[in-house]
T-cell receptor, first 115, second 114 residues
């Protein structure tokens, strides 16, 4: 089945630094990937849609300058949290659709803790 | 219009029992209704999904019941097992090129006692 890999699974950083999270589709090509955010014991919220070769589209209320998304290849999308602050601490999860099936596969998530 | 409301917030079931989780939506344009299972510290995994032209779908111990007129759908887990203890999310999307833009319910924490 389709596999989506995320790295790192956990990251701790100091306030003011930037953190990059990678999302890879391992056995298929994904022209579109989706980034979600999940607070503890809460639901998932869509942040943005990552499009290969073009700009990401962000959901209302998501700061595009804070959360930089790059989708440089058909198997890799990256999310960079810039100038991170403690309120950015969260579980970030990416997902990609299996071509032709429109079934979404999620990665294992990346837990960001900003001190 | 984009909300998906899920209940109950938590559910305790004895091993072998039936677990039932309900969801209601408002946007009649939603075209795809998946259920996800999530274990602590992991990403959600697709359990089963349904489209509005079908009233019921069964896969193993998992069944989705869909009521288009009431704008409700539910997940039934038959013969619940301790390994089913997890958080369950219903979701909905517009389908087509927007299939990946899921609106999630609030989640249900299921505990199955041995």
């Amino acid at each position: 089945g389709a596999v989506v890999s995320q790295h790192p699974s956990r990251v701790i950083c100091k306030s003011g630094t930037s953190v990059k999270i990678e999302c890879r589709s391992l056995d298929f090509q994904a022209t579109t990937m989706f980034w979600y955010r999940q607070f503890p014991k809460k639901s998932l919220m869509l942040m943005a849609t990552s499009n290969e070769g073009s700009k990401a589209t962000y959901e209302q209320g998501v700061e595009k300058d804070k959360f930089l998304i790059n989708h440089a290849s058909l198997t890799l999308s990256t999310l960079t949290v810039t100038s991170a602050h403690p309120e950015d601490s969260s579980f970030y999860i990416c997902s990609a659709g299996t071509p032709g099936a429109n079934v979404l596969t999620f990665g294992a998530g990346s837990r960001l803790t900003v001190l | 219009q984009q909300q998906v409301k899920q209940s109950p917030q938590s559910l305790i079931v004895q091993k072998g029992g039936i677990s039932i989780i309900n969801c209601a939506y408002e946007n009649t344009a939603f075209d795809y209704f998946p259920w996800y299972q999530q274990f602590p510290g992991k990403g959600p995994a697709l359990l089963i999904a349904i489209r509005p032209d079908v009233s019921e779908k069964k896969e193993g111990r998992f069944t989705i019941s869909f009521n288009k007129s009431a704008k409700q759908f539910s997940l039934h887990i038959m013969d619940s097992q301790p390994g089913d203890s997890a958080t369950y999310f219903c979701a909905a999307s517009l389908g087509g090129t927007s299939y990946g833009k899921l609106t999630f319910g609030q989640g249900t924490i299921l505990t199955v006692h041995p």
